[in-house]
């Protein structure tokens, strides 16, 4: 059963850097078969998504936030991580990290995507 | 970007009754990419369906998810007590990957 796990600061200070990172666990994150990415939910509203990584590297972000975030893996440790720069008080969020699969067993045998694993969620506020 | 509008926000219905939930795209994409997530308070949300039909491990066939083009449904056939919670869309078809703004089932 493979798990994630997010961990990170729960408090930082506006205009600096948020750092998170996802440990996988009871798999290896090196497959071709998944996309690993992060999600955030500010209080009270719905999901945002961030943006995703594949093991060999490559990456796929939102343009609302391309220009302040960094995803990066690490397949030695079996994780994978997210830096959001110059942080505002609208980055106070609960962030998952999940992992996509690409293939996903639909009727007829054809291949679909899902995010079907999550991790709990952390909690980020941005305050001074 | 494709804008997932979902509705209505909110549903209050009663144990036992049928709850429809739609998912409706502001440009079409393929029924592929559609998925469907349940989120209970304090939780992670859960991948329910994917491929705007096909259900995930372990979800109850009350759960049924179709359409196509720019217009999926949700329904649950009849509403089990676990089954309030937020329901939320999302689209793999075209980056940025969204989600709707989700529907919340209550219970009435």
């Known amino acids: 059963q493979v798990l994630l796990q997010a961990s990170g600061p729960g408090l930082v200070k506006p205009s600096e850097t948020l750092s998170l990172t996802c440990s996988v666990s009871g798999g290896s994150i090196s497959s071709s078969s998944y996309y690993w990415g992060w999600i955030r939910q500010p209080p009270g509203k719905g999901l945002e998504w961030i943006g995703s990584?594949?093991?060999?590297?490559?990456?796929n972000y939102n343009p609302s936030l391309k220009s302040r975030v960094t995803i990066s893996v690490d397949t030695s440790k079996n994780q994978f991580s997210l830096k959001v720069n110059s942080v505002t008080a609208a980055d106070t969020a609960v962030y998952h990290c999940?992992?996509?699969?690409?293939?996903?067993?639909?009727?007829?045998?054809?291949?679909?995507?899902?995010?079907?694993?999550w991790g709990q969620g952390t909690t980020v506020t941005v305050s001074s | 970007e494709t804008v997932l509008t979902q509705s209505p926000g909110t549903l209050s219905l009663s144990p036992g009754e049928r709850a429809t939930l739609s998912c409706r795209a502001s440009e079409t994409f393929s029924s592929t990419f559609l998925a469907w997530y349940q989120q209970r308070p304090g939780q992670a949300p859960r991948l329910l369906i994917f491929g705007a039909s096909n259900r995930a491990t372990g979800i109850p066939d009350r759960f049924s998810g179709s359409g196509s083009g720019t217009d999926f449904t949700l329904t649950i056939s009849r509403l089990e007590p676990e089954d309030f919670a937020v329901y939320y869309c999302q689209q793999y078809g075209s980056s940025p990957w969204t989600f709707g703004q989700g529907t919340k089932v209550e219970i009435k």
């Open positions: 990584i594949y093991y060999r590297g490559s990456t």
């Open positions: 999940a992992r996509l699969n690409t293939m996903l067993r639909g009727v007829g045998g054809y291949f679909f995507y899902g995010m079907d694993v």
